[in-house]
């Protein structure tokens, strides 16, 4: 599969696994998978517990070539020596982490294999792709007892190719998922969230013709005058025809396609309703090469910035958002469906926000599609997180391909504006270096949309300064701090003065305190709900004194599970600067923010 601008396509190749040495298939990502005619393979699938991979390896540690992934059935009666049996295994739910399943699996970090049958009926001239919308940390598949693939990172959807290996009738798949952290992973070893592991979100089979197109990219052009991009179509010939057409704009283009499958197309864009938060219009779009047909749901917008103005649509914007986790609320566990995603945005919009930012790795893809049709903006995030090896070119390899899987499945949304490389990292040389160079990736990949990170800022005195030289390669800065939590006191807030040393626009990433929901005292006393909205009184008062403020992210919508977080009777193993409980409990914070949001006190525009 080719990518136009950077390539994909080299970067999912060099994914290499210390688990498997033989030859890795690698995986790809198909865009608008969802709109396409799947087989949905999620439900109960059968799983076993191997910590010391032995269902891989022998007793001297060598690949073994009868692993479980063979998925062996002696006949009964028989003397065939076979040490597991998937049919006689228990069950996990797909989609879902396995730690909130089963309770002795909460704290679980190592390998799991998973196995279902299906039926499948191939049909002639059809190519077939498991999906796999993520699989955390690292996942190698077969289809009945053949390898297909493997694939590292935890948020990210791929796809790999089974034409070959399925049959007519019953087959079956199996997934050793392994979410041991890792020091050269991405993210590293610490991180302050739950390392939930398993298949966490859907996973289906897909169909798509022989030629097929696996990647587009449409959108609006700088002076809002027409649409451009290009359809790239699979196993296409030079020559052949792709159509693109808006059916309610009246709008359709024919282009061909190159030697490489690539067509580029214009359309006309007057007379479009432009995509906004207050008017979150979407056009059904047609995509059709021959033999293959496709629909998506896009809106069309610019976003750009002018000095330390964000404009969209050629207007300066506001951005009051809130940060999010991808923690399911009431049940716990990773978000992955329809309701998380309803529960999660309708509390952003009830506290009147009109953009999110998704931290700290690509979220399910529901969760892009509802901020499209409900018009909130969004930052996407990859998960280089604190203090990842920069020096590590393999880490950085890791990286790219998590970038270029986030791309690939999400360039089709209009309400993603920002794509972040990075959280909080360390300002070393060999960081900058690492993470330049992921900024040009995104640029290379997606040259429309802003690149960003969250800074850390470095405190003198009160006075804050925001130096990072990460910040020359950015179009936006994010800039995290804490004061009244990590460092003084709420009142701090009062007197600090901001110093940036970028005239670039400035979201304040994160800012924030813990409160445990209920807990009431004197807005002094730490943990209280008074304690934590005294935070957010101080800190609004003094988002209007930094002259480059364009947008706000506070940490966070909703308390959510951290291992790093132990105070017994306050966190029990939760992050507490949530503006609502996990249980859904609204704490004092969350209606100072609110009536600031809706009344329009905090932030200018320009
Ligand atoms: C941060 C991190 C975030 C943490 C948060 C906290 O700066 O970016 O991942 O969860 O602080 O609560 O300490």
Redesign the pocket.
């Known amino acids: 599969m080719k990518f136009t601008g950077w390539n994909l396509l080299v970067s999912l190749c060099l994914f290499s696994s210390s688990l498997l040495t033989q030859a890795q298939p690698a995986p790809t990502v198909i865009a608008d998978l969802d709109n396409r005619a799947n087989i949905s393979l999620n439900g109960d699938w059968h799983f076993m517990v191997d910590p010391y991979a032995s269902g891989l390896y022998t007793f001297h540690h060598e690949v073994k070539a009868d692993g479980y992934f063979l998925n062996a059935q002696p006949k009964p009666g028989s003397a065939d020596l076979v040490e597991y049996d998937f049919s006689k295994s228990p069950t996990l739910k797909v989609p879902g982490d396995w730690n909130t399943q089963r309770e002795q699996l909460f704290y679980y970090e190592g390998l799991i294999w998973y196995e279902r049958g299906f039926e499948f009926n191939p049909k002639a001239n059809h190519r077939t792709f498991l999906h796999i919308g993520a699989a955390n940390y690292r996942s190698m598949i077969w289809i009945n007892g053949k390898h297909i693939c493997d694939h590292e990172g935890g948020f990210t959807g791929f796809d790999c190719e089974a034409t070959q290996q399925l049959h007519a009738g019953t087959n079956f798949v199996v997934m050793a998922v392994d979410n041991t952290r890792l020091a050269d992973g991405v993210p590293t070893l610490n991180t ?2 739950w390392n939930y592991g398993g298949i966490t979100r859907d996973v289906s089979l897909v169909d798509v013709p022989e030629r097929f197109i696996d990647q587009y990219d449409l959108r609006l052009n700088r002076a809002r005058t027409s649409i451009e991009g290009w359809v790239h179509v699979e196993g296409a010939m030079q020559g052949e025809a792709v159509t693109v057409a808006i059916p309610e704009a009246r709008l359709s283009v024919t282009a061909s396609l190159d030697a490489k499958g690539n067509a580029t197309v214009t359309l006309p864009a007057a007379g479009l309703e432009f995509w906004s938060p207050e008017h979150p219009k979407l056009y059904r779009v047609t995509l059709a090469a021959d033999g293959d047909k496709l629909e998506d749901e896009m809106g069309f917008r610019t976003i750009e910035t002018d000095g330390t103005k964000i404009l969209l649509n050629g207007k300066p914007i506001f951005l009051r958002g809130i940060s999010i986790h991808a923690e399911a609320p009431y049940r716990g566990g990773r978000a992955n469906n329809d309701k998380d995603v309803a529960t999660l945005l309708g509390w952003a919009r009830e506290l009147g926000c009109n953009y999110v930012r998704l ?2 790795y690509p979220h399910d893809e529901r969760m892009t599609r509802a901020a499209d049709r409900m018009g909130i903006l969004v930052w996407s995030e990859i998960p280089v ?1 604190w203090a990842e090896h920069f020096d590590d070119p393999a880490v950085l390899k890791k990286a790219q391909q998590q970038l270029g899987e986030e791309i690939a499945r999400d360039r089709d949304k209009a309400s993603i504006i920002l794509w972040s490389i990075a ?2 990292t360390p300002a070393t040389a060999a960081r900058t270096q690492f993470l330049e160079t992921l900024a040009g990736n995104v640029r290379a990949l997606d040259s429309t949309r802003l690149v960003t990170a ?1 800074l850390l800022v470095r405190t003198e005195g009160k006075d804050k300064f925001i130096e990072d030289p990460l910040g020359a390669s950015l179009d936006v800065i994010g800039a ?1 701090e ?1 004061i009244g939590w990590y460092e003084g006191r709420p009142e701090d807030a009062d007197t600090t003065a901001w110093h940036s040393a970028y005239q670039k626009p400035l979201i304040i990433s ?1 800012f924030g305190g813990g409160a445990k929901a209920g807990l009431h005292g004197a807005a002094t006393e730490r943990w209280t709900e008074e304690y934590q909205a005294s935070i957010y009184k101080h800190q609004l008062g003094m988002f209007n004194r930094i002259p480059q403020l364009r947008g706000l992210s506070p ?1 966070i919508l909703m308390d959510f599970r ?1 291992p790093v977080r132990q105070l017994p009777g306050v966190q029990d193993g939760y ?1 507490r ?1 949530g503006l609502i409980s996990e249980k859904g409990e609204k704490k004092q914070a969350f209606f100072i923010l609110q009536k600031a949001y809706r009344e329009g006190t905090v932030g200018k525009p320009e």
Request: no cysteine; net charge negative.
């Open positions: 302050d969230w931290v700290h997180y959280n909080e969250a995290n804490y994160e940490w951290s992050n600067k």
